[in-house]
């Protein structure tokens, strides 16, 4: 920050020529990237779903243990999606629920894939790491997403309005939403290379 401030002006860029565009760049390059973004990012995920992801794999949702870490008073820091009585943290509700495991399991069955558990950034790296088509990668990506946006919105149905949502529902909301998203895909040529495996999705 101190850089920026030279003989009483404001100098955010190297040259010290102003651009808004050269400027953001500046501001942006003093932050470590975050590995695998392009996989949170891709256009076959709905936005929604994408930041959603955004904040959970930075760890920024407002879980009932991040919520007591803000000196913020919660009646209960267990999740409420199980019964196993765990404090509510993103690592157990993307990974250790059995409720997300079991909507986990109907998309594996439905995709006919192992999909990877851990952390949500060693998925990503499992993902990325997969020797699948570029556009595969994608649609996996974007199918666990949709899988971590809607177990947070079960988690806060449950908690804001009793209403507890079946798994086995989840799961046929997913197919829905990520076929739609293929269907309106940009760039056909991409998910032609994926035929074999799209063709299997929509059975």
């Not at 102003?18 to 501001?27: A, D, K, V």
């Not at 256009?43 to 794999?57: E, G, N, S, T, Y």
């Not at 074999?196 to 059975?203: A, G, P, S």
Request: aromatic letters at 8%.
């Amino acid at each position: 920050m101190q850089n920026w401030y030279i003989h009483g002006r404001y100098r955010l860029t190297s040259t010290g020529v102003n651009s808004i565009n050269r400027s953001s760049m500046e501001l942006r390059n003093d932050h470590p990237k975050l590995a695998n973004a392009e996989l949170i990012w891709t256009p076959v995920a709905q936005p929604k779903h994408r930041f959603i992801m955004w904040l959970a794999i930075q760890n920024r949702l407002l879980t009932r243990e991040r919520l007591g870490k803000l000196n913020i008073l919660v009646e209960e820091s267990t999740c409420c999606l199980c019964d196993n009585q765990v404090t509510e943290l993103v690592g157990h509700l993307f990974n250790g629920c059995p409720w997300f495991q079991e909507v986990k399991k109907g998309v594996e069955q439905w995709t006919g894939l192992q999909l990877p558990l851990g952390s949500l950034r060693t998925v990503l790296q499992c993902i990325k790491k997969k020797k699948w088509k570029k556009f595969q990668r994608e649609l996996v990506a974007a199918t666990w997403g949709a899988m971590v946006y809607h177990t947070w919105k079960a988690r806060n149905w449950k908690l804001f309005k009793g209403i507890h949502a079946q798994a086995a529902g989840i799961v046929i909301q997913i197919k829905r939403e990520i076929l739609a998203r293929v269907d309106t895909i940009s760039s056909p040529q991409k998910a032609h290379r994926c035929m074999n495996f799209i063709e299997k999705l929509q059975m």
